[in-house]
């Protein structure tokens, strides 16, 4: 549903129901990847007055392409690492990335490399690989310096001729980046790439800048890395929360 008719029905809901909503911004599925090569461990170990814990492993961080996802490599040689205990560290490592480290968002486009480590005849166990491998990519994501990305959408805009510098001028205020303006008619089409962060309330804003006859489209387009000043605001919410 576009946000016009998002207001439309809030406004029903109060008028004829006497419903009210909070109603704000949608939260934006920002990501988190790394942009260095780094080599990490995790060591686990507790003592406990019976059988502790000892998980231990050695990885290797690397970036992936973008849009790539997740690659996990078992490089394990001689039995450092038995076997059953592997599927452990992949997943303790997954709960990591599906939190992300630096701020709380899914971590993507990485590959880890599994290609040390070492265990004990009675302590090691599922969950202590486990936790070792979740403490393994946390310390070297925080070393691998991590970037936020957001995705950006791309866009289509519909003006006549002579709202196009107050429409191009709204774009370059949201971070657009006009890749080109073509004529049909006496419309000007604008074809841009936009932060989706950048898009909430356009619609309104269109309407206003253009006395209603300007209109516009989107679509995904692709993840890319966001402003310094945008990840430093987002990790500062999660490290106040």
């Not at 078992?74 to 690492?81: A, K, P, Q, T």
């Not at 990305?149 to 805009?157: G, H």
């Not at 989706?196 to 309104?204: K, N």
């Amino acid at each position: 549903m576009g946000e016009l008719h998002i207001e439309v029905i809030v406004e029903r809901m109060s008028r004829e129901f006497n419903v009210r909503a909070n109603v704000g911004k949608p939260q934006v599925a920002y990501r988190e990847t790394i942009t260095v090569p780094v080599k990490a461990e995790g060591k686990f170990i507790k003592q406990t007055g019976g059988r502790g814990q000892y998980g231990h492993v050695w990885i290797e961080l690397a970036p992936g392409e973008r849009g790539s996802g997740f690659e996990f490599v078992n490089r394990i040689e001689g039995g450092v690492v038995p076997k059953k205990y592997i599927p452990h560290v992949e997943r303790g490592i997954k709960d990591v990335m599906a939190s992300g480290v630096l701020a709380g968002y899914p971590l993507v486009d990485i590959k880890v490399t599994l290609y040390d480590g070492s265990f004990h005849d009675v302590d090691s166990s599922d969950i202590a690989f486990k936790v070792a491998g979740s403490m393994a990519l946390r310390d070297g994501v925080r070393r691998a310096k991590p970037i936020l990305l957001e995705p950006i959408v791309k866009m289509e805009v519909a003006t006549p001729e002579e709202f196009l510098g107050d429409v191009i001028g709204d774009l370059n205020s949201r971070r657009g980046q006009v890749n080109s303006i073509e004529s049909l008619g006496a419309i000007k089409i604008v074809r841009c790439f936009v932060p989706l962060a950048e898009t909430f309330g356009y619609a309104t804003d269109l309407r206003s800048i253009s006395q209603g006859r300007a209109n516009y489209s989107m679509e995904f387009y692709r993840y890319e890395e966001g402003p310094q000043d945008l990840a430093e605001q987002l990790t500062v919410k999660v490290g106040g929360a």
